[in-house]
């Protein structure tokens, strides 16, 4: 009990009893297969990344719709698809999908929403930061540094625009585990990460259901930032093309389209 008392929410910074932490927050969405939990998430927080605001879709939908259909694409060259029952029922609400083609479509009652490539890409970078400091939380303990204020403010707030850099593959090899392709988990501790994800004092960068992604872990992230891309290009020469910011929604591979090649 005492532990539960001396909770407190990594997002508003409120704790019981003026907050409640009975519900489950998984730091990547049960939809997705998720399976870790992060105890410092009070029932309000964690409910509102699941609620639509602002007239957006929710945060955990933008996850589950853009991670789902990429393990989707990924199982279904292993006819895993139809053995794994959420992935069977899995529907995308934005998206026509056919996965023998690899073809992705986005449905004609969206495809004339104004600003809706924009809208979803905000929204994606949103919980790309949101499942970064709440597994922060869960594997360090430290989330509540001021440092990370400005994700607060952009993931749990809307407040301000950071980026989220997305890595484009030179060949079509994806080396993951199976396991981790039907409950994916983000690894941060050095020992389980590959050689070319960056993890410095201005920037993290990491491998998810075959997508490579980088953030921003500082607001003052533009002072190094040419370093970075000297690094970060040093280190992927031999396996990525390029790197691009996320601003369209297109500009995250939904499909995993290397795969093709």
């Keep these: 009990m005492n532990g539960l008392k001396t909770r407190q929410c990594i997002w508003c ?49 933008t996850l589950k719709e853009s991670f789902n259909i990429s393990r989707l694409m990924y199982l279904y060259s292993d006819n895993e698809v139809g053995r794994n029952k959420a992935l069977a029922r899995f529907k995308s609400i934005f ?10 479509m986005i449905k004609p009652g969206y495809r ?15 919980g790309i930061f949101k499942v970064f400091l709440e597994e922060r939380e869960r594997q360090f303990g430290d989330a509540h540094n001021s440092k990370f204020d400005f994700i607060r403010e952009f993931s749990r707030y809307n407040l301000g625009d950071y980026p989220v850099y997305y890595y484009k593959r030179k060949f079509g090899a994806i080396l993951m ?34 997508h490579v992604i980088g953030i921003p872990t500082s607001k003052y992230y533009q002072l190094t930032f040419d370093l970075y891309v000297k690094e970060t290009r040093a280190l992927k020469k031999d396996l990525f093309d390029s790197f691009r910011p996320i601003i369209r929604f297109s500009d995250f591979d939904l499909s995993l389209s290397i795969l093709e090649d």
């Design 13 to 61: 910074s409120r704790k019981v009893p003026e907050v409640e932490f009975k519900k489950k927050a998984h730091t990547i969405p049960k939809s997705l297969g998720g399976k870790n939990i992060c105890l410092n998430v009070c029932d309000g927080c964690n409910s509102y990344f699941g609620n639509v605001n602002d007239k957006l879709p929710s945060i955990e939908t």
């Design 95 to 104: 998206f026509t999908v056919n996965l023998k083609k690899r073809k992705i």
């Design 112 to 126: 004339l929403k104004q600003d809706f490539q924009v809208n979803l890409a905000r929204q994606l970078k949103r």
């Design 177 to 210: 585990i199976k396991e981790f392709g039907e409950s994916p988990e983000l690894f941060m501790k050095k020992d389980y990460r590959m050689k070319y994800l960056i993890d410095n004092n201005n920037f993290f960068e990491f491998e998810l259901l075959g």
